[in-house]
Structure formats: C-alpha cells, structure tokens
C-alpha cells in the first residue's frame, strides 16, 4: 500500500459501488496520508493488516480520523508517527458482512449408481446454498492475499466443481430411492451443507449457512414411465381417471367433437346409474297398507251410532249429530 507521509489527506473506503455480489474488496490506493479520514458504511468491516497479520478490526459503520482513532488502536502501528520518511505498512480490506443466497445447478447429468441401469441414473439437480465470512484470518491469508477483490461468483465456481462427488455420496448412502429423490432432498442438502462448510471455512473462511436441493431432473424416458405408472395406478378410480382424461383431450387440442363425445359419454353414465338407483328403489318390499277406518253403526235401527255417518264425528248420545245436525235415529 505504501508509508505514512506528511502529505494531503485522503479518505479510505470501499470505492467503487458496494454492491451485492462482492463478498470483499482491498482498498487500492498506494499510501494513507496525514489527515486522512476511515468511511466504514453500513454492512461492512475494514480489517487493518501487515503481512497477513490482522492488526486491527473496526466494524462500527461511520467516519474516523485515521491519526487520533485508528491508529491508536493498531497493535503495530501505535508508535508510528505522521511526517517520517519510513514506516510500517499497512493494507485495508473492506469485507461485505451480509449473508448471500446463491443458485447452483449441476452442469452435466451426474450418473448415480441403480440396480438394473448399467452405467447408473443420469440425473441434473437444482437448489441454492447461503454463505457468510466467519473467519478473517484464513480469509487474508488464503484469498486477499492474491486477490484485490472476491465475488459471489468465485465462491459459485469453486463449489459447483465440487458439487457431484458430494450429491454422489449423500444420494448414495444408506440406498436412497432413485426414483423418489425429492423426498430424501432435505436429508441429502444437509449431508452436502456438512461436507461443504467444512471445506470452505478451513480454504477460504466462509462458511456455508443453507444448503437446499429444490429439484431433481430425471431422463425424459424416466420421466414417462413413471407418468405412465402414476396412470395405471390412478384407473382404480374411475370417476378421476374419466375427469382426467376428459381435461387431457381438452389440453390437447383432440377438437370440441372429441370433448362433447367424451362428456356425452360421461353424462350418459351418469344417467344410467340414476336409472338403476330408481328401479333398485322400486322394486323395495312395499309399504304396510294403512288400516280401514272403523265403520260406524248403521243409522236406523233405533239405537244411535257411535259415529255420525254424515261427518264421521263421535256422537254424545242426542239424536243428532252435534258437528253437522244430521240426523241419526
């Protein structure tokens, strides 16, 4: 970076766009001068250091003077004073502290090992981890100390390559289903997110937060017979397999003829079955006829009845009804 010099200040910070997908960045101007100002903004740290060795970490965001606040503060530079001619040097890494999201997909179709399939299941896989800076030491001493700037895309590179000896591993332990992986997918992205963050924390000091596998892609003739087996079995009902194959001749354009005959079909079935629940309902045992009415005594014979057989009402004993005045001896 170069020495202190009792020059014109200078502001060190991150300089050009802090955007998402840098993970750090060196700040790359050759010397900090007298009077020069520290601008640490909001998701960041500035890591001091000199030969790979951290002298100091600032992560509060905010604007110091580098002469009364930061050096201070420097194990190794505390006792070195602005206006000489020598000095220690010291670089600036400014370090993105947010965790990032990144999509991966395996290149080529990796081949996994299957009963009765010679040369195994070529199958491609999609998903996307998160990672994070945990570790500044390995991180200067292992990639700042080549590299002026580390994106998302660096860390993408270096994991996709790894990616199929491990979906290998984790698809192949303890004899996952090959033609249900989705099922297994948490399982198999936790094994992956083990194996990876510990790789990735003790090269480059990152570590890997999540791990998820949102699909496995399977060949197209994989994929048909299992569609075809998914169909076979769902004709044990057939009112869903009719449905389905009435939607499945709509969608595929077989013509509003072809639709109507198949609903005609389908409202004919219908009707049928209405017709045979009506003759099984007519053909049930017959109700109990209701019982005749008490006749009532024959009006006259002298005696009076117990029923009026005009109106039907009971008598009180008068000769005529007390209901409708007929007469009843």
Same mark, same amino acid.
């Given at each position: 970076?170069?020495?202190?010099?009792?020059?014109?200040?200078?502001?060190?910070?991150?300089?050009?766009?802090?955007?998402?997908?840098?993970?750090?960045?060196?700040?790359?101007?050759?010397?900090?001068?007298?009077?020069?100002?520290?601008?640490?903004?909001?998701?960041?740290? /500035?890591?001091?250091?000199?030969?790979?060795?951290?002298?100091?970490?600032?992560?509060?965001?905010?604007?110091?003077?580098?002469?009364?606040?930061?050096?201070?503060?420097?194990?190794?530079?505390?006792?070195?004073?602005? *206006?000489?001619?020598?000095?220690?040097?010291?670089?600036?890494?400014?370090?993105?502290?947010?965790?990032?999201?990144?999509?991966?997909?395996?290149?080529? #179709?990796?081949?996994?090992?299957? #009963? *009765?399939?010679?040369?195994?299941? #070529?199958?491609?896989?999609?998903?996307?981890?998160?990672?994070?800076?945990?570790?500044?030491?390995?991180?200067?001493?292992?990639?700042?100390?080549?590299?002026?700037?580390?994106?998302?895309?660096?860390?993408?590179?270096?994991?996709? @390559?790894?990616?199929?000896?491990?979906?290998?591993?984790?698809? /192949?332990?303890? @004899?996952?289903?090959?033609?249900?992986?989705?099922?297994?997918?948490?399982?198999?992205?936790?094994?992956?997110?083990?194996?990876?963050? /510990?790789?990735?924390?003790?090269?480059?000091?990152?570590?890997?937060?999540?791990?998820?596998?949102?699909?496995?892609?399977?060949?197209?003739?994989?994929?048909?017979?299992?569609?075809? &087996?998914?169909?076979?079995?769902?004709?044990?009902?057939?009112?869903?397999?009719?449905?389905?194959?009435?939607?499945?001749?709509?969608?595929? @354009?077989?013509?509003?003829?072809?639709?109507?005959?198949?609903? *005609?079909?389908?409202?004919?079935?219908?009707?049928?079955?209405?017709?045979?629940?009506?003759?099984?309902?007519?053909?049930?045992?017959? /109700?109990?006829? &209701?019982?005749?009415?008490?006749?009532?005594?024959?009006?006259?014979?002298? &005696?009076?009845?117990?029923?009026?057989?005009?109106? *039907?009402?009971?008598?009180?004993?008068?000769?005529?009804? @007390?209901?409708?005045?007929?007469?009843?001896?």
């Amino acid at each position: 970076m170069g020495f202190f010099h009792n020059q014109l200040s200078n502001v060190v910070e991150w300089q050009e766009e802090f955007t998402d997908d840098v993970i750090f960045k060196k700040w790359d101007n050759d010397e900090i001068k007298k009077g020069s100002k520290l601008f640490i903004r909001p998701g960041q740290d /500035a890591i001091f250091y000199k030969d790979a060795a951290i002298e100091g970490i600032f992560t509060e965001d905010g604007e110091y003077d580098i002469e009364s606040q930061i050096i201070p503060f420097l194990s190794s530079l505390k006792g070195f004073k602005f *206006g000489f001619n020598s000095g220690m040097r010291a670089e600036v890494l400014f370090v993105n502290t947010k965790e990032f999201t990144i999509k991966w997909g395996t290149k080529n #179709p990796i081949s996994i090992p299957t #009963p *009765g399939l010679p040369g195994g299941m #070529p199958i491609r896989s999609f998903g996307n981890f998160s990672i994070k800076v945990s570790d500044y030491v390995t991180l200067i001493e292992k990639v700042a100390g080549v590299k002026t700037k580390y994106t998302v895309e660096d860390v993408k590179d270096r994991v996709v @390559g790894k990616l199929d000896q491990m979906l290998m591993k984790w698809i /192949a332990r303890e @004899g996952k289903d090959m033609f249900n992986l989705q099922i297994n997918a948490q399982e198999i992205g936790n094994g992956i997110k083990e194996d990876l963050n /510990a790789e990735l924390s003790s090269q480059i000091g990152i570590s890997v937060t999540d791990f998820s596998i949102q699909s496995f892609t399977y060949p197209e003739e994989i994929t048909k017979m299992q569609q075809k &087996a998914a169909a076979q079995a769902m004709i044990g009902d057939v009112d869903k397999y009719t449905k389905i194959s009435v939607a499945d001749g709509i969608g595929n @354009g077989t013509g509003a003829g072809d639709a109507s005959n198949m609903a *005609g079909m389908i409202m004919g079935m219908h009707v049928a079955q209405q017709m045979v629940n009506g003759m099984t309902q007519n053909t049930a045992a017959p /109700a109990a006829p &209701a019982a005749p009415a008490a006749p009532a005594a024959p009006a006259g014979n002298g &005696a009076i009845p117990n029923f009026c057989p005009n109106c *039907g009402k009971p008598t009180t004993g008068s000769n005529f009804c @007390g209901n409708c005045g007929h007469k009843l001896v």
